[in-house]
C-alpha cells in the first residue's frame, strides 16, 4: 500500500492541527494504520495506532489524551487529531501501516511508509 501524509505546519502551543494519511494501491482494511514522528536529532517514536476497524487505538504516553488517530475505510484515509500542542510536538510526522489489520505500537511491524510531513509548534 502506498501512503502519502499531509496536513503538516505551524500552530502555537495549545493550538490544534490535524494530519491525514491517503493511502492507495492496496486493500485498506486489511491493515491497521500508525502515526510516527521523528524530532531533529532524535529517533523516530511511536504517536498512535488504529486497528483495522477502528474500534482499537493505542496511543504513546506523551500524546495520551490530547492527540485522537481515525480512519475513513470509505476513502481509505487515516487522521491524527493533535490538540492541546506543545514545543515538544515538534517533529517531521510519518503514517506507516503494518502487514497486518491489528493495532500495534511495534515500529518493526510497519512495512508501508508515507514520506513525513512536518509539524512545528512554536511557544
Given at each position: 500500500?502506498?501512503l502519502?501524509?499531509?496536513g503538516?505546519?505551524l500552530?502555537q502551543?495549545?493550538?490544534s492541527l490535524?494530519?491525514s494519511?491517503?493511502?492507495?494501491?492496496?486493500t485498506?482494511?486489511?491493515h491497521a494504520m500508525?502515526?510516527f514522528r521523528?524530532?531533529a536529532?532524535k529517533?523516530?517514536e511511536?504517536?498512535?495506532?488504529?486497528n483495522?476497524?477502528?474500534?482499537i487505538t493505542?496511543?504513546a504516553?506523551?500524546v495520551?489524551?490530547r492527540?485522537?488517530?481515525?480512519?475513513n475505510?470509505?476513502d481509505?484515509i487515516?487522521y491524527?487529531?493533535m490538540?492541546?500542542?506543545?514545543?515538544?510536538?515538534?517533529?517531521?510526522y510519518y503514517?506507516?501501516?503494518?502487514?497486518?489489520?491489528?493495532a500495534t505500537?511495534?515500529?518493526?511491524e510497519y512495512?508501508?511508509?508515507g514520506?513525513?510531513?512536518q509539524?512545528?509548534?512554536s511557544?
Open positions: 500500500v502506498q502519502q501524509a499531509s503538516g505546519g500552530v502551543a495549545g493550538g490535524t494530519l494519511c491517503a493511502a492507495s494501491g492496496g485498506f482494511t486489511t500508525g502515526w521523528q524530532a536529532g529517533d523516530r511511536f504517536v498512535a495506532s488504529v483495522w476497524s477502528g474500534q493505542f496511543y504516553d506523551s495520551k489524551g492527540f485522537t488517530i481515525s480512519r475505510n470509505v481509505n487515516a491524527l487529531k490538540t492541546a500542542m506543545k514545543p515538544e510536538d515538534t517533529a517531521v503514517c506507516a501501516a503494518p502487514q497486518g489489520s491489528s505500537m511495534n515500529t518493526y512495512d508501508s511508509w514520506q513525513g510531513t509539524v512545528t509548534v511557544s
